[in-house]
């Protein structure tokens, strides 16, 4: 029987997966000194519901458990999700979305390497149709809080959404940077006036900024490691500061500027973990820079003109219908071939 | 496509001239060499062992016809078998002895399947036969060619193609760079380094030889750039010719690879319909010349190559192996196996193969022997499903898209895995061994393959099959033609007679009518005329019990017209007779009714048996004796049908005149 290649050179699919979580600690790390100790919390219950329903969908299906649990696919997208939700969403929210995720967007597709589209941002768009108001409500930088919450009173607001006695709600939370702009826009306020406002930081969100360059480092550390091609970040990142510089250009006065929306909202982690998702990403290396510029004019015109504080989870959604099409539009030149 | 080619001529010749840059291809992996297990040995000659097996299966093509029976004394040297056909090699003796079988013995393929092999126990006496060197540079390139033919010599790459067809210079193709592949570049295989290492002259004798017989201009040898020791000999040995070069290429799996090593030396991309040598290159093995050149210059056929034997062997080294030598007399030479030996891999750990069987011969193909354990070569874990990393895309070294070609030969959607070059895929490895999911890709796309050339075959046999029976179908309706007009006019004739007095002399008419159909069912088939008799009193039977219902029928004439036809479309096959015979009845009738409504029946039926034809999808028969004298007959299958369209047409015209 022929049964080459004998020998092969390739980390298995969970040696990828654990590697794409590992670029995630930096930005968990930031995160937690920004935001607190609570999204520890939403991270270990996302990921947990993701392993029971994975566990359970995959006993429904009469598939093994273990080698598909053992994948860690599972895991990356629940922490994806707990990523991109507010950092004290309460425990349901966390659950209904990692549900949603794991078990419609995926396991009713096929499972790993079926899903058409990017799982996490299925139970991100999920949430944020069905819950906009907790959905768009993030709490304040802990350096900005006028009470910031502990570790436990973090908790205890996750699980039972409640507060210490003495704090109110307001206190607590604020809009993020770029709900504010949009909202500040409307009032007819300059763009230079608005970011004077404290959540503002040099390049971003106050605070945030740092969780995104996090990001960024452990975005580097991937395509470093090979885990992922230069490509996708490089064109989401490149059209996404193209687009806000001409506009910036032609009126600084109402948009704002390109670093700004490189360093705001999900960019990196756009840009570095989820457009990033091979399953529902396209394969030719040419496709990879239409996807995810793409990707990155759809955000920045939901950002800008949509009715969301982001557009991420939309622009993704929208791009993984096209990723049939521009694979097949893509397809490289074949060695010994002429150019079609 | 040509001023590609051209275009790509040019490129080389001022390349070669100019510089000495080497290209890159897309893709390509770097698995680990392990190449210095068996190059610290030298080669070593392989003792002539007590019995060899010769299968006659030792190239590609056509299987040699065998020259000696049983019982033959042969001198070392001596032919065994001869080249039958264009693509075909011969068998020689690798020593002296006796012929003491031929018969079926497993032999090393991955089959598994016995075949004929011949079998020759030495006498001990190695005793050679007449050797006849050829001065080559005093003789008709021709005759060397033709010489070459009966040298036994195959590519001894691995490819094993028929060497003699490579150097035919059949006038087309211009060959002005000859590349000599020294790449090696399947981990684990040493035996062309080693051979460089120690007979660089005699390659590059070989490489003299070969660029004459091609009437070559340029000489390029690419070598890896892992081996230096052989890169130093072969520099050596080139220094004083003239357009010749050694080029050293980066170490990059599957840089071996004849189009790759092109590219890689030359920067030409050979067009994928197209040969190297339609762009006016030819690659050989450096083994191949090395053999080229002992055949021309001392007269010695292929008898022997130079074996690798590494992995799990107590002391890997490359020996000189006889054809047809036991491979346990190889795994002893090199200190049999270690403790936990599973099996043995022939070739490269890339593209080679299990071998069945530890009792198989050295063929021709066998570069290297590996024995494996599972420690070496650990069986993959199981294939998960595919992620679309597109890693195998990214070590393509055609650029090829693995993932959509593993997807498409999956779900058996072989149009379009072809519609995406499954063909131009070289099957080296590289996607399965990049593949995070552990898929085995390669085995998806060679079952593709089979799958698709098996449909293709299949699909020529029903083309044919349905050809010849349009033929079939064309006859008889030509019969069928030349009968109806021959009724026509005589009822034409009759018509003439009695055309004042039609309405009185309807029974008469159809009375001749009734005689005339017997006659024509027998000339119409010959075959059966033993039940003619029979035929003759149903048909009568048949005509008189139509003609009491003749008025009744008058009216629906058409509509039993078309049935009548329908049936004997139906029934090409069948002797057809009770068709046949309501057939004659529904063209007495129109005879009777009119001469140009018999005519416009018989065009009808023809149109309807052609279509009925062609909706057949008839099984084929005798598929495999597909000879020339049945594609002759084809041919005048055409002629013929274009004749009856001609005869048709003529008929119409006569009728509306």
Same mark, same amino acid.
Not at chain 1, 137 to 160: C, E, V, Y
Not at chain 1, 164 to 192: F, G, R, W
Not at chain 2, 87 to 104: C, D, F, K, M, Q
Not at chain 2, 235 to 256: D, I, N
């Given at each position: 029987?022929?049964?080459?290649?004998?020998?092969?050179? #390739?980390?298995?699919?969970?040696?990828?997966?654990?590697?794409?979580?590992?670029?995630?600690?930096?930005?968990?790390? #930031?995160?937690?000194?920004?935001?607190?100790?609570?999204?520890?919390?939403?991270?270990?219950?996302?990921?947990?519901?993701?392993?029971?329903?994975?566990?359970?969908?995959?006993?429904?299906?009469?598939?093994?458990?273990?080698?598909?649990? +053992?994948?860690?696919?599972?895991?990356?997208?629940?922490?994806?999700?707990?990523?991109?939700?507010?950092?004290?969403?309460?425990?349901?929210?966390?659950?209904?979305?990692?549900?949603?995720?794991?078990?419609?967007?995926?396991?009713?597709?096929?499972?790993?390497?079926?899903?058409?589209?990017?799982?996490?941002?299925?139970?991100?768009?999920?949430?944020?149709?069905?819950?906009?108001?907790?959905?768009?409500?993030?709490?304040?930088?802990?350096?900005?809080?006028?009470?910031?919450? !502990?570790?436990?009173?973090?908790?205890?607001?996750?699980? +039972?959404?409640?507060?210490?006695?003495?704090?109110?709600?307001?206190?607590?939370?604020?809009?993020?940077?770029?709900?504010?702009?949009?909202?500040?826009?409307?009032?007819?306020?300059?763009?230079? +006036?608005?970011?004077? #406002?404290?959540?503002?930081?040099?390049?971003?969100?106050?605070?945030?900024?740092?969780?995104?360059?996090?990001?960024?480092?452990?975005?580097?550390?991937?395509?470093?490691?090979?885990?992922?091609?230069?490509?996708?970040?490089?064109?989401?990142?490149?059209?996404?500061?193209?687009?806000?510089?001409?506009?910036?250009?032609?009126?600084?006065?109402?948009?704002?500027?390109?670093?700004?929306?490189?360093?705001?909202?999900?960019?990196?982690?756009?840009?570095?973990?989820?457009?990033?998702?091979?399953?529902? !990403?396209?394969?030719?290396?040419?496709?990879?820079?239409?996807?995810? #510029?793409?990707?990155?004019?759809?955000?920045?015109?939901?950002?800008?003109?949509?009715?969301?504080?982001?557009?991420?989870?939309?622009?993704?959604?929208?791009?993984?219908?096209?990723?049939?099409?521009?694979?097949?539009?893509?397809?490289?030149?074949?060695?010994?071939?002429?150019?079609? | 496509?040509?001023?590609?080619?051209? %275009?790509?001529?040019?490129?080389?010749?001022?390349?070669?001239?100019?510089?000495?840059?080497?290209?890159?291809?897309?893709? $390509?992996?770097?698995?680990?060499?392990?190449?210095?297990?068996?190059?610290?040995?030298?080669?070593?000659?392989?003792?002539?062992?007590?019995?060899?097996?010769?299968?006659?299966?030792?190239?590609?093509? =056509?299987?040699?016809?065998?020259?000696?029976?049983?019982?033959?004394?042969?001198?070392?040297?001596?032919?065994?078998?001869?080249?039958? $056909?264009?693509?075909?090699?011969?068998?020689?003796?690798?020593?002296?002895?006796?012929?003491?079988?031929?018969?079926?013995?497993?032999?090393?393929?991955?089959?598994?399947?016995?075949?004929?092999?011949?079998?020759?126990?030495? /006498?001990?006496?190695?005793?050679?036969?007449?050797?006849?060197?050829?001065?080559?540079?005093?003789?008709?390139?021709?005759?060397?060619?033709?010489?070459?033919?009966?040298?036994?010599?195959?590519?001894?790459?691995?490819?094993?193609?028929?060497?003699?067809?490579?150097?035919?210079?059949?006038?087309?193709?211009?060959?002005?760079?000859?590349?000599?592949?020294?790449?090696?570049?399947?981990?684990?295989?040493?035996?062309? /380094?080693?051979?460089?290492?120690?007979?660089?002259?005699?390659?590059?004798?070989?490489? &003299?030889?070969?660029?004459?017989?091609?009437?070559?201009?340029?000489?390029?040898?690419?070598? &890896?750039?892992?081996?230096?020791?052989?890169?130093?000999?072969?520099?050596?040995?080139?220094?004083?010719?003239?357009?010749?070069?050694?080029?050293?290429?980066?170490?990059?799996?599957?840089?071996?690879?004849?189009?790759?090593?092109?590219?890689?030396?030359?920067?030409?991309?050979?067009?994928?319909?197209?040969?190297?040598?339609?762009?006016?290159?030819?690659?050989?093995?450096?083994?191949?010349?090395?053999?080229?050149?002992?055949?021309?210059?001392?007269?010695?056929?292929?008898? /022997?190559?130079?074996?690798?034997?590494?992995?799990?062997?107590?002391?890997?080294?490359?020996?000189?192996?006889?054809?047809?030598?036991?491979?346990?007399?190889?795994?002893?030479?090199?200190?049999?196996?270690?403790?936990?030996?599973?099996? %043995?891999?022939?070739?490269?750990?890339?593209?080679?193969?299990?071998?069945?069987?530890?009792?198989?011969?050295?063929?021709?193909?066998?570069?290297?022997?590996?024995?494996?354990?599972?420690?070496? %070569?650990?069986?993959?874990?199981?294939?998960?499903?595919?992620?679309?990393?597109?890693?195998?895309?990214?070590?393509?070294?055609?650029?090829?898209?693995?993932?959509?070609? =593993?997807?498409?030969?999956?779900?058996?959607?072989?149009?379009?895995?072809?519609?995406?070059?499954?063909?131009?895929?070289?099957?080296?490895?590289?996607?399965?061994?990049?593949?995070?999911?552990?898929?085995?890709?390669?085995? =998806?796309?060679?079952?593709?393959?089979?799958?698709?050339?098996?449909?293709?075959?299949?699909?020529?046999?029903?083309?044919?099959?349905? &050809?010849?029976?349009?033929?079939?179908?064309?006859?008889?309706?030509?019969?069928?033609?030349?009968?109806?007009?021959?009724?026509?006019?005589?009822?034409?004739?009759?018509?003439?007679?009695?055309?004042?007095?039609?309405?009185? *002399?309807?029974?008469?008419?159809?009375?001749?009518?009734? *005689?005339?159909?017997?006659?024509?069912?027998?000339?119409?088939?010959?075959?059966?005329?033993?039940?003619? /008799? @029979?035929?003759?009193?149903?048909?009568?039977?048949?005509?008189?019990?139509?003609?009491?219902?003749?008025?009744?029928?008058?009216?629906?004439?058409?509509?039993?017209?078309?049935?009548?036809?329908?049936?004997?479309?139906?029934?090409? @096959?069948?002797?057809?007779?009770?068709?046949?015979? &309501?057939?004659?009845?529904?063209?007495?009738?129109?005879?009777?009714?009119?001469?140009?409504?018999?005519?416009?029946?018989?065009?009808?039926?023809? *149109?309807?048996?052609?279509?009925?034809?062609?909706?057949?999808?008839?099984?084929?028969?005798?598929?495999? @004796?597909?000879?020339?004298?049945? *594609?002759?007959?084809?041919?005048?299958?055409?002629?013929?049908?274009?004749?009856?369209?001609?005869?048709?047409?003529?008929?119409?015209?006569?009728?509306?005149?």
């Amino acid at each position: 029987m022929n049964r080459s290649p004998y020998i092969t050179d #390739a980390p298995a699919v969970s040696i990828i997966m654990l590697k794409v979580l590992l670029a995630l600690v930096p930005g968990i790390f #930031a995160y937690v000194w920004i935001y607190g100790g609570g999204i520890l919390a939403t991270i270990a219950l996302a990921t947990f519901t993701a392993l029971v329903s994975e566990a359970a969908l995959l006993k429904l299906r009469q598939r093994p458990i273990r080698p598909y649990l +053992s994948d860690l696919s599972a895991v990356v997208t629940a922490w994806l999700l707990a990523l991109a939700l507010p950092p004290l969403a309460p425990w349901w929210l966390v659950v209904v979305g990692t549900l949603f995720a794991i078990v419609i967007a995926k396991q009713l597709y096929g499972g790993l390497g079926y899903n058409p589209f990017n799982p996490a941002m299925v139970g991100y768009a999920v949430l944020l149709i069905s819950f906009p108001i907790i959905m768009t409500k993030w709490p304040a930088p802990l350096i900005l809080a006028q009470t910031p919450l !502990g570790f436990m009173d973090q908790l205890h607001f996750i699980f +039972s959404n409640t507060l210490p006695t003495d704090v109110k709600i307001d206190a607590v939370t604020s809009a993020t940077p770029l709900d504010y702009l949009k909202t500040q826009l409307m009032l007819n306020h300059e763009v230079s +006036s608005i970011t004077q #406002a404290p959540i503002f930081g040099v390049w971003g969100a106050k605070g945030g900024e740092f969780v995104t360059a996090a990001y960024l480092l452990g975005g580097l550390y991937l395509i470093q490691q090979r885990i992922i091609s230069w490509h996708l970040p490089t064109a989401f990142l490149a059209t996404l500061a193209a687009m806000s510089l001409v506009f910036y250009t032609v009126n600084p006065a109402h948009f704002a500027n390109p670093l700004f929306h490189l360093m705001s909202g999900a960019s990196m982690l756009c840009a570095f973990f989820i457009i990033t998702d091979p399953i529902s !990403g396209p394969t030719t290396p040419r496709g990879k820079l239409y996807f995810a #510029a793409g990707v990155a004019v759809l955000t920045y015109l939901i950002r800008v003109y949509g009715g969301y504080p982001d557009g991420v989870a939309f622009a993704v959604l929208i791009m993984n219908m096209c990723v049939p099409l521009i694979d097949m539009h893509t397809q490289p030149r074949v060695f010994g071939h002429t150019k079609n | 496509m040509n001023s590609i080619i051209q %275009f790509a001529s040019k490129l080389l010749r001022g390349q070669t001239a100019e510089s000495a840059e080497v290209h890159k291809f897309h893709g $390509g992996v770097h698995p680990e060499g392990h190449k210095q297990l068996s190059t610290t040995l030298p080669i070593a000659k392989l003792a002539i062992p007590q019995k060899l097996v010769l299968p006659l299966r030792q190239h590609v093509g =056509y299987i040699p016809k065998v020259k000696v029976q049983v019982g033959d004394h042969v001198l070392k040297g001596q032919m065994l078998a001869e080249a039958e $056909g264009t693509v075909s090699a011969a068998i020689h003796a690798p020593t002296s002895g006796t012929v003491t079988a031929i018969s079926e013995a497993i032999i090393p393929h991955p089959s598994g399947l016995p075949d004929m092999c011949i079998t020759l126990t030495p /006498d001990g006496k190695d005793e050679w036969t007449t050797l006849r060197p050829t001065n080559w540079r005093n003789t008709d390139k021709k005759e060397l060619v033709a010489s070459l033919r009966s040298s036994g010599i195959v590519g001894l790459g691995g490819a094993t193609f028929p060497t003699h067809i490579k150097v035919r210079a059949d006038g087309k193709s211009q060959v002005h760079t000859l590349i000599l592949n020294a790449a090696e570049c399947e981990p684990y295989i040493t035996c062309d /380094d080693m051979l460089m290492r120690e007979r660089a002259d005699e390659i590059v004798k070989g490489m &003299e030889i070969v660029k004459f017989l091609l009437g070559a201009e340029n000489c390029i040898v690419g070598i &890896e750039d892992n081996k230096p020791e052989a890169t130093a000999a072969m520099t050596e040995a080139c220094k004083a010719l003239p357009e010749t070069s050694v080029k050293v290429v980066p170490t990059l799996y599957p840089s071996g690879d004849a189009r790759r090593l092109i590219h890689l030396v030359s920067g030409v991309e050979i067009p994928h319909d197209k040969r190297s040598t339609d762009v006016g290159i030819q690659v050989f093995n450096v083994a191949t010349v090395l053999a080229i050149y002992r055949y021309f210059a001392l007269g010695e056929p292929s008898i /022997d190559r130079i074996v690798t034997i590494t992995g799990s062997v107590n002391s890997p080294q490359n020996f000189k192996v006889l054809f047809g030598t036991p491979l346990q007399t190889l795994i002893d030479a090199a200190g049999g196996v270690q403790s936990g030996t599973t099996h %043995f891999i022939m070739g490269g750990p890339m593209m080679g193969f299990d071998l069945p069987t530890i009792d198989v011969p050295i063929t021709k193909a066998a570069n290297c022997i590996i024995a494996a354990t599972p420690n070496l %070569f650990a069986p993959p874990p199981p294939a998960m499903p595919c992620i679309r990393c597109a890693r195998c895309a990214d070590a393509c070294p055609v650029n090829l898209q693995p993932q959509e070609l =593993y997807w498409f030969s999956k779900s058996d959607n072989f149009e379009k895995a072809r519609d995406y070059n499954l063909f131009d895929c070289i099957e080296c490895g590289c996607c399965t061994y990049v593949c995070p999911s552990n898929i085995p890709l390669v085995q =998806y796309y060679r079952y593709a393959k089979s799958e698709i050339i098996a449909a293709d075959k299949a699909k020529e046999a029903a083309d044919l099959a349905r &050809e010849r029976n349009e033929f079939r179908l064309a006859r008889i309706e030509r019969e069928k033609l030349e009968r109806a007009q021959k009724h026509a006019e005589r009822a034409a004739s009759n018509k003439a007679e009695s055309a004042k007095t039609e309405s009185t *002399k309807v029974a008469p008419t159809k009375a001749e009518d009734v *005689k005339a159909v017997p006659a024509t069912t027998e000339s119409e088939q010959p075959a059966s005329s033993t039940n003619t /008799d @029979d035929v003759k009193k149903a048909a009568i039977a048949a005509a008189i019990e139509r003609a009491k219902a003749l008025k009744a029928a008058a009216a629906q004439a058409g509509e039993s017209q078309k049935k009548s036809d329908a049936i004997t479309a139906d029934a090409p @096959d069948a002797s057809g007779k009770p068709a046949q015979t &309501e057939d004659e009845q529904a063209k007495a009738e129109q005879a009777k009714k009119d001469k140009q409504a018999l005519i416009a029946a018989a065009i009808e039926r023809a *149109k309807a048996q052609k279509l009925a034809a062609a909706q057949a999808g008839i099984a084929p028969k005798n598929v495999e @004796d597909a000879s020339p004298a049945v *594609k002759a007959e084809i041919s005048e299958i055409d002629a013929i049908r274009e004749k009856a369209k001609q005869a048709v047409k003529a008929q119409d015209s006569d009728s509306e005149a």
